[in-house]
């Protein structure tokens, strides 16, 4: 219904998060100018690796991984993990998930001290390229406010919002 949102407020749930449903036609992806080049962008081969990226993750949004489910995705042919080296240490991550025709970005992330370099948009712009040349045609995902603007340089548009509700539990 279209008054969902009140409906749940009304049962006591609290309105806990928004973002912007945000998609791309991959072959109008953007060239982009301000890829950042110190920014060593590569795919999660191995466990170490896989480790480096759940922390940060975990890190930046202030959850806790599951890293079994990590290692699963891991031998998954549809999941991509991708880490973001700076003078040798893991700065940003994301992951990449692909079903028929569409690559979905998720877990985008950058240690706060190191954002404001554009390595997000390094890190998106490596993974959008990578659906793109194995045949993938739409790019999705989910932004936060702060990466909202990321995303509308690589030519996304924001399609939908969707807010998160969450049980209000005092």
Not at 144 to 155: A, E, I, Q
Request: proline fraction near 2%.
């Amino acid at each position: 219904p279209k008054n969902l949102g009140k409906l749940l407020i009304n049962h006591e749930f609290l309105d806990v998060f928004h973002q912007a449903g945000m998609a791309l036609d991959l072959s109008n992806l953007k060239k982009v100018s301000s890829i950042n080049t110190s920014l060593e962008v590569k795919l999660v081969e191995n466990e170490e690796e896989l480790t480096n990226w759940s922390k940060l993750v975990s890190t930046v949004f202030h959850i806790e991984v599951d890293d079994d489910l990590l290692a699963y995705l891991l031998s998954q042919s549809n999941v991509k993990f991708y880490i973001g080296n700076y003078i040798e240490k893991c700065v940003s991550a994301l992951l990449l998930y692909l079903i028929p025709e569409i690559a979905g970005l998720h877990a985008v992330s950058t240690l706060p001290d190191y954002r404001n370099k554009n390595f997000a948009l390094t890190m998106s712009n490596r993974a959008l390229l990578d659906a793109r040349d194995l045949g993938y045609k739409y790019g999705v995902l989910q932004a936060s406010s702060m990466g909202r603007y990321v995303y509308k340089k690589l030519g996304f548009k924001k399609y939908c919002d969707i807010i998160t509700y969450a049980l209000n539990e005092e």
